[in-house]
């Protein structure tokens, strides 16, 4: 018995029956397809290559070789790496800041290749600090791009600071080292400032100088003032006529230098007016002033023989308030009219006030100030002027002393060499601006730095 059954009539037997509906086959395929997907076994790509799913990585075998996905992955990522980090600054140091008061940490570093200035790649550092190596660090400034130093004002002295600096760009940032542990603390000498040390000792030494060589009985040469020769003619003048003679010292108090130089004159103004027997008045606007002043006439009518001429009520105190020490002053100016009035000291609004009315009774007035603003007023209406360091070379002169006319003397030998080492500066670094000469460019550069200011 055969078991072949055998073909259907009419049909040749290489034929198979058709699917009663064509699109069931892509269903199934579609399905099948997206089946696989989620569940683990085989897949076979549309090259033939088996992939096969395990442990979350998909492996592809071909010609023998398995290669799992996160490895071609990874090897793109290589291929095409981009630097996730900004080159650091090479090199970094925080110590303390030499030559201060303490409290500041100077913190440098050396800029990067990187680093082209404004405009180029890097667009600055940040500056953070640490009490220790490992952290935590904070924020505490920014600076700009090619910038080398950062100032750290901030600080307590006896205590180590880290710091660690961070190169800024548009994608990232590169950390330094840490620099440190840097202590602050002050220094007693001000290395920086030698030149200022320098010149100190100069005028000290000239001071020194001729304070001695007066004391031997040097007498050095102080050009004449012509309010201080006035004086005479004008206590003569007040005495011929029978008037008072008014001095006013100005309206601050003796702590003011200004008040100590118009005292200082008024010794002297005493003494004249107790030769010549005349009356000399003093109102002030401070009970110190008229404690001093009372004191320094006294002892000048002593000292030129007519202790019976001095008048203790004819040095009196009105007010501490300005305008109303200033109305006093009037009110006597214009009653008694005073054959000479003399103004030293430290005057204000009330400079002008003064004068014109000195001026309108017709006296004798000299005046000396070192203040700017009250100069014009003194200058127009008065007919002498000591003019602002006059005030003091006058009171100096008519002392006597060898300590005020040592320093005076002292102080003008500095200033004339002082002028002196400017006018020598500005000739030397013209020429060498324009001849380029490089032993006087090096002359040039060493005057600029002896008379800089400017801390290191």
Known sequence: MSLVRPAPRGRPDHQTRPPRNPLL???????????????PGSVTSASGQVETEAGGQVETETGGQVETEAGRRAEGAAGDAVPQTAPPPPEIE??????????????TWTPPPEDTGVGGPVFGY??????????PFEHIGQASPG??????????????????????????????GIGGPAIAAPQWINTNQWNVFIVLALLLGFNLYFIEHIKAGGKPFIRKIAGLEAINEAVGRATEMGRPILFVPGIQDMNDIQTVAGVTILSYIARTVAEYDSRLVVPTSRALV?????ETVKEAFLAAGRPESYDESSIYYITDEQFGYVAGVNGYMVR????????????FAESLILAETGNSIGAIQVAGTAMPAQLPFFVAACDYTL????????????????KQLGSIKGQDVGKF?????????????????????????????????????ELA
């Open 25 to 39: 086959l892509p269903l199934a395929l579609i399905l099948g397809g997206m089946l696989m997907g989620f569940l």
């Open 94 to 107: 925080a110590r303390d800041t030499p030559s201060d008061r303490g409290e500041n940490i100077t913190v």
């Open 126 to 135: 940040r500056i953070e600090r640490g009490l220790s190596p490992e952290g």
């Open 147 to 176: 910038a080398t130093r950062y100032d750290d004002t901030n600080v307590a002295d006896g205590l180590p600071y880290y710091y660690r600096v961070i190169t800024l760009t548009a994608s990232a940032e590169g950390t330094s």
């Open 290 to 294: 008229m404690t001093t002043a009372r």
């Open 336 to 347: 008694e009219k005073p054959a000479t009035c003399f103004y030293m000291g430290a005057f």
């Open 387 to 402: 003019i602002g360091e006059e005030l003091f070379a006058a009171s100096a002169y008519l002392s006597g002393e060898p």
């Open 417 to 453: 060499i002082g002028m002196l080492s400017v006018a020598v500066g500005v000739l030397v670094l013209s020429i060498a601006m324009i001849t380029g000469w490089d032993p006087l460019v090096r002359v040039a550069e060493w005057i600029r730095i002896f008379w800089s200011t």
